[in-house]
């Protein structure tokens, strides 16, 4: 077991699945991503999107079907779960439920071998650290739910591994708790440097919390970059519409050049950023809160026709003349049946060639 | 919000009227097990000639008596402990879904589908001393005396096993299955070996099954009776006490002292139940799985 590396490579990781009728599925699908000492990486993707298997193969808990992993010059992908020493947290926590607190956080450590003072002197600073002194004693069914969650992450942290897994460790907690406890693990990150790869649904967790974010949709890597990049510059279609780029609107292009595209069709004339090759038709990928109630640049009319009001700012229907139903936040708050000027600045607008249809 | 202005759940402050529910099984445990129980019981107490304990005296004076509590025993204890021993590692191993899973476990529950009377004929066949097993050992030379498996202690003890076998290891089988297997890959991830797996986080959390599961395999074994007398000797070395109260009550017409031998059988159940039920406190109980959700 490794105490520590510079670097884990994935290459071309890929883990298949029996299907129905005698067929496999490709989970995941031919990743490939270094990961450095002390990063924080976010793989992110829809539910079955593969995200989980990469990371049980991580963890040793699944086969790859092919493929390899490595820490630095060591190929680990053949090492089952005991010999990598990866701390793992797992979706619904796996405390022991036989074992005290105390017993589950040392757990590691005593398989380690480790003497009864070390255990005890270590459990008791990974209890201070999650803040969970006075509970040493109870049992895991004694706890609230984010007191297990901090359980599951002292246990997984003790041991001191070169590498942190957390599969969904918030999805179990209610939206309090969740961003408390997100602000805790960025702490105890910070605090530790441990290198940790963080399996989420939620894009905001990804962005609040990782250095990169993996963007992954059926067993595929869309795009790994900084999270302030995946915000604003998504690779394609599928992963702007799960970074919240709810409106998706096909249209005819007229003319392109400069890295700007002129499209037009259903009523509309938009004018857009170019984001990759385009063909004769394309998808304009856009924003609610880009939207400006106003006049200014492409300009589109509509009449409201729902109002969601989140105190702030509301969430409207805009349908256009030609039926085109469109989402958008905006801190005035129009009533329902309104007739409204929206705008966006073109530079918002991005513009990724059309999927096919269905 | 719907269920609570039903007419049933509106009257549940005063009486709920889904108790009466319990009244047919009641009833059927007042006729057919409290009744028949306190009438042996009183029955214990009147024997034919001598005081209110005179059965009992005489039970525990007479020799081809009282020491048929120790043949049960010995008879029964192995019994529930090898079937106990091997259905632990047999289940363990069949807790995944595999393809052979389903057979395996197919294979090792049908005799609790033959009676016990079917499984002493294909024993005597099997096991006698002119059986198959004897005949094909000295055709291949293997072993050339005589076997005594039939008509003796060990006769009855291998029909106790496989009789009892399929019972205990679905019993434990279900216990494993329903321990969250996450636990087991939790414990890898942090060092465990599948030994340790077994030791750290299957066996607490099974002990108390495996309390339960012996406990009933126990009790079935201990009130052995069929297989006895078919298997074994019932004048000598397999003379279990069910014997003694069989014998007492429909070969002496005693039936006040067959219920009390049926009392002590009764009692000594108990005590060896108590005991294990009671160990079982020591241990963890609670649920058997990782957490919320």
């Given at each position: ?9 994935l290459d071309q990781?890929?883990r298949?699945?029996a299907?129905a009728?005698?067929q ?8 490939t991503l ?6 924080f990486?976010?793989?992110l ?5 593969g995200?989980?298997?990469?990371l049980?193969c991580?963890?040793?808990?699944l086969a790859?079907?092919s493929?390899?992993i ?9 090492l ?5 020493g ?5 979706q619904n926590?796996?405390l ?7 017993r589950?956080?040392?757990f ?13 002197r ?8 999650v ?7 109870k049992?895991?069914g004694q706890?609230s ?7 599951a992450?002292a246990r997984?942290?003790?041991?001191e591994p ?11 907690l209610?939206?309090?708790l969740r961003?408390?406890m ?6 105890i ?5 441990r290198t940790?790869i963080y ?11 990782a250095?990169?974010?993996?963007v992954i949709?059926d ?7 900084a999270?302030?990049?995946i915000y ?9 519409r799960?970074m919240?780029?709810?409106n998706v609107?096909t249209l ?6 400069n ?9 509309l004339?938009l ?9 004769a ?5 856009i924003r609610?809160?880009?939207?400006v109630?106003?006049d ?6 509509g009449?409201v ?10 969430l409207?229907?805009v349908?256009?003349?030609a ?6 936040r ?6 329902v049946?309104?007739?409204?000027r929206?705008?966006?600045?073109p530079?918002?607008?991005?513009v ?5 249809s269905? | 919000?719907?269920r609570?202005?039903?007419p ?8 709920d009227r ?6 047919p099984?009641a ?11 306190l009438?042996?019981l ?8 001598g005081?209110?304990l005179?059965?009992?005296v005489k039970?525990?004076?007479?020799d081809?008596l009282?020491?048929?509590i120790?043949?049960t ?5 192995p019994?529930t ?7 632990i590692p047999?289940a ?5 879904k ?7 476990t197919t ?5 609790i ?13 099997y096991?006698?001393p ?12 293997l ?10 202690y060990w006769?009855v003890?291998i029909s106790?096993i ?9 019993l ?7 321990i969250?297997?996450?636990?087991a ?5 942090l060092g465990?070996?599948p ?12 002990i108390?099954g495996?309390a339960?599961a012996?406990?009933?395999?126990f009790?079935?074994?201990?009130s ?16 279990v006490?069910s ?13 006040s002292l067959a219920s009390?031998?049926a009392?002590i ?8 139940v108590?005991f294990v ?7 963890y109980?609670g ?5 919320k959700?």
């Amino acid at each position: 077991m490794k105490q520590d590396f510079s670097q884990l490579r994935l290459d071309q990781v890929t883990r298949r699945f029996a299907a129905a009728g005698g067929q496999t599925v490709a989970a995941l699908d031919n990743m490939t991503l270094t990961v450095e000492r002390g990063e924080f990486i976010a793989l992110l993707g829809p539910s079955g999107c593969g995200k989980s298997t990469a990371l049980n193969c991580i963890a040793g808990l699944l086969a790859l079907s092919s493929g390899s992993i490595w820490l630095d010059d060591e190929r680990i992908d053949m090492l089952p779960p005991e010999k990598r020493g990866f701390g793992m947290v797992f979706q619904n926590y796996a405390l022991f439920p036989h074992m005290s607190v105390k017993r589950n956080i040392g757990f590691g450590l005593l398989m380690r071998g480790e003497s009864g003072a070390d255990i005890e002197r270590k459990v008791d600073a990974v209890v201070r650290l999650v803040q969970l002194r006075g509970h040493e004693d109870k049992l895991p069914g004694q706890l609230s739910g984010g007191q297990q969650q901090r359980v599951a992450i002292a246990r997984a942290i003790v041991i001191e591994p070169p590498l942190v897994l957390m599969d969904e460790p918030l999805s179990n907690l209610d939206a309090k708790l969740r961003l408390e406890m997100r602000a805790e693990i960025r702490r105890i990150h910070r605090d530790l440097g441990r290198t940790t790869i963080y399996v989420t649904h939620d894009q905001d967790e990804a962005l609040s919390l990782a250095d990169r974010i993996v963007v992954i949709k059926d067993g595929l890597v869309h795009q790994i970059a900084a999270p302030a990049e995946i915000y604003a510059q998504p690779a394609n279609l599928d992963v702007a519409r799960f970074m919240g780029y709810r409106n998706v609107l096909t249209l005819d292009v007229s003319a392109q050049g400069n890295g700007r595209a002129q499209l037009s069709g259903r009523g509309l004339s938009l004018q857009g950023t170019i984001k990759q090759p385009l063909g004769a038709k394309a998808a304009a990928a856009i924003r609610p809160e880009e939207f400006v109630v106003g006049d200014g640049p492409n300009g589109i009319d509509g009449k409201v026709e729902n109002v969601e009001y989140s105190g702030r700012d509301s969430l409207l229907e805009v349908v256009t003349a030609a039926g085109l139903r469109l989402h958008v936040r905006s801190a005035v708050h129009p009533a329902v049946g309104a007739q409204v000027r929206l705008s966006v600045p073109p530079e918002r607008v991005l513009v990724y060639p059309a999927e096919a249809s269905p | 919000m719907a269920r609570a202005t039903s007419p049933i759940h509106t009257r549940a402050a005063g009486f709920d009227r889904t108790l009466l529910l319990v009244l047919p099984a009641a009833m059927f445990m007042l006729l057919v097990f409290v009744y028949p129980f306190l009438h042996g019981l009183m029955l214990s107490f009147t024997p034919v000639e001598g005081g209110t304990l005179a059965n009992y005296v005489k039970f525990f004076a007479t020799d081809n008596l009282w020491t048929t509590i120790g043949t049960t025993l010995k008879l029964a204890m192995p019994a529930t402990l090898i079937n106990v021993g091997l259905a632990i590692p047999i289940a363990y191993q069949m807790r995944s879904k595999s393809p052979y899973q389903k057979w395996v476990t197919t294979i090792l529950v049908v005799p609790i589908t033959l009676g016990t009377v079917l499984i002493a004929e294909g024993m005597l066949t099997y096991f006698g001393p002119r059986g198959w097993l004897s005949q094909s050992l000295q055709f291949l030379h293997l072993y050339d005396g005589p076997i005594h498996l039939t008509h003796n202690y060990w006769g009855v003890l291998i029909s106790l096993i496989i009789s009892g076998f399929p019972f205990v290891f679905l019993l434990i089988l279900s216990y494993i299955t329903g321990i969250d297997p996450v636990l087991a890959r939790a414990a890898a991830t942090l060092g465990a070996d599948p030994w340790q797996q077994f030791k750290q986080i299957y066996w607490p959390l099974l002990i108390p099954g495996i309390a339960m599961a012996f406990c009933l395999a126990f009790v079935q074994s201990f009130s052995v009776f069929p297989s006895a007398i078919l298997l074994g000797a019932p004048q000598g070395p397999t003379r279990v006490i069910s014997i003694a109260a069989y014998e007492a009550a429909f070969e002496q017409y005693d039936y006040s002292l067959a219920s009390a031998i049926a009392m002590i059988m009764g009692f000594v159940q108990l005590i060896i139940v108590a005991f294990v039920l009671g160990m079982r406190k020591v241990f963890y109980r609670g649920p058997v799985s990782g957490g919320k959700g």
